[in-house]
């Protein structure tokens, strides 16, 4: 690949803006400056790292990360009253080219403002809509603060199902978990548009706090701190494809 092409792919400006960057000696790829946008790089070589303006930078093909969401920020390029997650990534990531288009990262499915935990993004469309899919039935596991004492009987219902009022087919969850006395631990199949509080106030409680730990095998590290991200490797994605 050509090395204009390649810091393309990778976010970091227009083609023109690439090749400038190169020209002036601001690109350097396994230790050595190169000044001709022309330079052919081999790609598949693997853990290829180059870096910009002397920042060091991994190249992939396609963007697969996981990032610590914290509360106060919105799933969203274009957010209100709320900062955006994106603003929490590398500019190269917000400006990933799709299909020849700059779009960058998107987030596969949403949390709101006050929902912490995992979230992943990518550039790979087929991947977030697999993830995405209802017919997958990919698990998601919630940390739930609730305000009242749970119950063995809220419990029960919530694994019997619970009817929502926009859809009278009861919505069930597939796990359910007294951890204390106000920390349940729910595992949803399903993505319906605020289901975990609506399911437990369903059953006469409310979350006071919620907080995504795991989607499918895959579980947010501990050392990950709120608002920070890292890329996701094979054995991510196959804990997720599992």
Request: charged share 25%; with cysteine.
């Amino acid at each position: 690949m050509r090395l204009d092409e390649l810091l393309f792919s990778q976010g970091f400006g227009t083609r023109r803006i690439c090749a400038g960057l190169i020209e002036r000696g601001l690109v350097e790829v396994r230790g050595s400056v190169c000044t001709d946008p022309g330079t052919q790089v081999d790609t598949e070589t693997p853990e290829l790292v180059f870096s910009v303006q002397g920042q060091p930078w991994a190249y992939h093909a396609k963007a697969y990360l996981m990032l610590h969401k914290p509360a106060g920020t919105e799933c969203s390029h274009r957010p209100g009253a709320w900062p955006s997650v994106y603003s929490l990534l590398p500019v190269p990531l917000r400006q990933r080219p799709t299909a020849g288009k700059v779009q960058g990262v998107q987030a596969v499915g949403r949390l709101d403002q006050d929902t912490t935990g995992l979230l992943l993004l990518s550039d790979d469309g087929a991947f977030i809509h697999r993830m995405n899919s209802p017919k997958r039935h990919v698990a998601k596991v919630y940390e739930v603060t609730t305000k009242h004492e749970l119950d063995e009987k809220q419990r029960d219902r919530l694994l019997a199902g619970v009817v929502l009022d926009d859809d009278p087919k009861p919505v069930r969850a597939a796990a359910c978990e007294i951890v204390a006395p106000s920390h349940l631990r729910l595992t949803l199949t399903e993505g319906k548009y605020h289901q975990v509080k609506r399911m437990v106030a369903a059953v006469g409680n409310r979350v006071e706090g919620l907080h995504r730990s795991r989607i499918g095998g895959l579980a947010l590290p501990a050392e990950l701190a709120p608002g920070q991200w890292r890329w996701l490797g094979a054995s991510d994605l196959a804990l997720l494809a599992g």
